[in-house]
C-alpha cells in the first residue's frame, strides 16, 4: 500500500506532489463510500481522535468529527472554553494528559502558528493542523484543490486567482504551496496593505487590476477579511474595498467567461462576495464543503495506516 513521505499533516509545506496525488486518490474512495446509503465504515473503529479547538470553527470542526464518525473511530471533542487551559495549563501538558487517556490522534485548530509543530516534537501522537493562526490550513488547501481538480482535471497550468486578504489567510498561504506543488500558476488581487512582504518569493504574481486578472484566471478563490486578525484597518471601509475588490454580478459579466467560484467560508456576504456570485451556477462552495469530509477522512486513514494503528478492513 502507498504511505504519505510524512507522519504528522502539519502544513503543504511538508508535503511531496505524490502526497497530495495519494491523498486525493484516497479521498475520490471515501466520496464514493458517503454518498451511499450507508455512510460508515469501521476501518478505524480501534482508534481514539481527539477533536482540540482553541478558536472558533463550523466547517473544519464538524468535517473532520463526520469523517472521523464516518471511519467508525472514536472521538473526544475539547473545548478550551471550559478547560483546565482557563487555569494556566500548557499546550503541552493538557495534549499530553488526553494521551494518557489512550487516544491516538490529535486534531488542533489554534491561534498561535507552529502550535501543531511543537505538539508533533514534544508529545507521542500524530498531529493534524486545522488551522494555526494566519500560517496553514492544510485541509483547507487539499480539499479546495481536490474540487478545482474535479472541475478543471489536471491543474498543471491551470490559471488561480486568490482575491482576499491574504496578509492574514492561512488557507492563502497552504493553497498557494499546493497549487504549486501541482504546477498551477497563480496571482493574488487584493490591497497592497494585504500583501504579505513574500509573497514574490512563493512563486505567485500580483495583479492589482481585478478585472485584468479575472479575466486571465480559470477559477477564483475569494478570502474573507479577517477582522479578527487586525489590530487596526488595512483598508478605508467595507464598502470601498468590496467596490474595488468584491466579486459581485458586474465585473463577472464584465469579463465575458465563465470561471469557477470558490471561497473556504464563512462568507461575508456582500463585504467579499455577493449572494448572486455564492448562489450562481459557478459557485462550487458547498462543493468544497462536500469533499471537505472525504478529504480528512483520506488524511486520517492514510495517517493511520502511517502510523500502523489498527485498521479493519472496509
Ligand atoms: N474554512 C474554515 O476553516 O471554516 P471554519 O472556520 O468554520 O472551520
Redesign the pocket.
Known amino acids: 500500500m502507498d504511505k504519505l513521505s510524512v507522519d504528522h499533516l502539519l502544513g503543504i509545506k511538508s508535503l511531496k506532489k505524490s502526497d497530495i496525488n495519494l491523498i486525493f486518490k484516497t479521498a475520490l474512495h471515501f466520496k464514493e463510500i458517503i454518498n451511499r446509503p450507508i455512510k460508515k465504515v469501521p476501518t478505524l473503529r480501534d482508534i481514539t481522535i481527539a477533536n482540540l479547538f482553541f478558536?472558533?470553527?463550523?466547517?473544519?470542526?464538524?468535517?473532520f468529527e463526520l469523517a472521523q464518525k464516518r471511519l467508525g473511530a472514536d472521538v473526544v471533542n475539547f473545548s478550551s472554553s471550559s478547560s483546565s487551559v482557563k487555569k494556566g495549563e500548557s499546550l503541552t501538558d493538557t495534549v499530553n494528559n488526553i494521551l494518557a487517556m489512550k487516544v491516538d490522534m490529535i486534531v488542533l485548530?489554534h491561534p498561535n502558528p507552529g502550535s501543531p509543530l511543537l505538539l508533533s516534537k514534544n508529545t507521542n501522537s500524530c498531529i493534524i493542523n486545522?488551522?494555526d493562526g494566519a500560517h496553514e490550513?492544510p485541509t483547507?488547501a487539499l480539499l479546495d484543490c481536490f474540487s478545482l481538480t474535479e472541475n478543471l482535471g489536471d491543474l498543471k497550468d491551470k490559471n488561480i486567482l486568490i482575491v482576499g486578504d491574504i496578509l492574514h489567510s492561512r488557507?492563502a498561504l497552504s493553497n498557494i504551496y499546493a497549487l504549486n506543488l501541482l504546477g498551477a500558476n497563480i496571482k493574488i488581487s487584493c490591497p497592497l496593505s494585504l500583501i504579505p512582504r513574500e509573497i514574490e518569493s512563493l512563486d505567485v504574481k500580483i495583479e492589482r487590476d481585478i478585472i485584468k486578472a479575472l479575466k486571465w484566471c480559470d477559477a477564483v478563490n475569494v478570502l474573507r477579511v479577517q477582522k479578527e486578525r487586525m489590530e487596526k484597518s488595512y483598508f478605508p471601509n467595507d464598502r470601498e474595498y468590496s467596490m474595488l475588490y468584491g466579486l459581485d454580478t458586474t465585473k463577472i459579466n464584465n469579463i465575458k467567461k465563465d470561471i469557477l467560484i470558490l471561497h473556504?467560508?464563512?462568507i461575508n456576504r456582500g463585504v467579499e462576495i455577493t449572494s448572486e456570485i455564492v448562489e450562481s451556477n459557478n459557485s462550487i462552495i458547498l462543493d468544497q464543503v462536500e469533499n471537505?469530509v472525504a478529504i480528512r477522512m483520506a488524511v486520517i486513514y492514510l495517517l493511520a495506516s502511517k502510523m500502523n494503528f489498527s485498521i479493519s478492513e472496509q
Open positions: 478558536e472558533n470553527s463550523t466547517r473544519t470542526k464538524i468535517s485548530r486545522a488551522g490550513h483547507q488557507v473556504p467560508g464563512p471537505g
